[in-house]
């Protein structure tokens, strides 16, 4: 089975803290996403990468940063974390365009920020 | 204190019932499409996909519905059970480009025993 791992669930931090949150895959996949969702308002994107070192604005990037130094993993920070960066945040792995296959999740990393 | 966010879109059904969540795409283009579910305190599982050469697809229980004519695609559960609880997510994705599943709002589909 694909595994996606985040390595957190429940995380809070202070305003202005420099805050990482990892995301780990083990199928080789070459996408990688990072989404989050807020009440009502469905998965937004914050920042995608389709290979290692490579990394796409999403809908949302303001306020973040992404690294990609192994195909693996995919980490998203948050520079200096904000009350309005409070959310849950969902990592996803997928293969590369044509494929069959489905984007797989991570359980979430729920953040707050306080 | 709590911030408050839009409600979901809301399907009540009783256990036994069929249930049906709609979604309305918005890229002509997309040519994959995907139906997630997601359980509270959980990461969106994939449910069943259709490509847009297909109109319909079933799998065990559910049956996807898509109608390109007006962008909207449909999950259908039938024999709605407890354990279906939970917020149901539509992805359209284009495969000529950058893969990038785009998500609707989701609809919270709640089964009363």
């Known amino acids: 089975d694909v595994k996606v791992t985040q390595s957190s669930r429940y995380l809070v931090k202070r305003t202005g803290e420099k805050v990482f949150l990892e995301c780990v895959q083990d199928?080789?996949?070459?996408?990688m996403f990072w989404y989050r969702q807020d009440p009502g308002l469905g998965l937004r994107l914050i920042y995608f990468?389709?290979?290692?070192?490579?990394?796409e604005k999403g809908d949302i990037p303001e306020g973040y940063s992404v690294s990609r130094e192994k195909k693996e993993r995919f980490s998203l920070i948050l520079e200096s974390a904000s009350t309005n960066q409070t959310s849950m945040y969902l990592c996803?792995?997928?293969?590369?365009?044509?494929?069959?296959?489905?984007?797989?999740f991570g359980q979430g990393t729920r953040l707050t920020v306080v | 204190g709590e911030s408050v966010g839009l409600h979901l879109p809301t399907l009540s059904v009783q256990e036994g019932d069929n249930s049906i969540i709609n979604c309305a795409y918005s890229?002509?283009?997309?040519?994959?499409f995907i139906w997630y579910k997601q359980e509270s305190g959980k990461g969106p599982q994939f449910i069943i996909d259709?490509?847009?050469?297909?109109d319909k697809r079933q799998g065990q229980r559910v049956t996807v519905l898509l109608n390109k004519t007006v962008k909207h695609l449909s999950l259908q559960i039938a024999a709605t059970q407890p354990g279906d609880s939970a917020v149901y997510f539509c992805?359209?994705?284009?495969?000529?480009?950058?893969?990038?599943?785009?998500f609707g709002r989701g609809t919270s589909l709640i089964v009363h025993p």
């Open positions: 996803a792995s997928a293969t590369p365009p044509g494929g069959e296959a489905e984007a797989f």
């Open positions: 199928m080789d996949h070459e996408n």
């Open positions: 990468s389709y290979d290692v070192k490579m990394k």
């Open positions: 890229n002509s283009a997309s040519d994959y």
């Open positions: 259709i490509r847009s050469n297909m």
């Open positions: 992805a359209e994705l284009t495969s000529g480009g950058s893969y990038i599943p785009t």
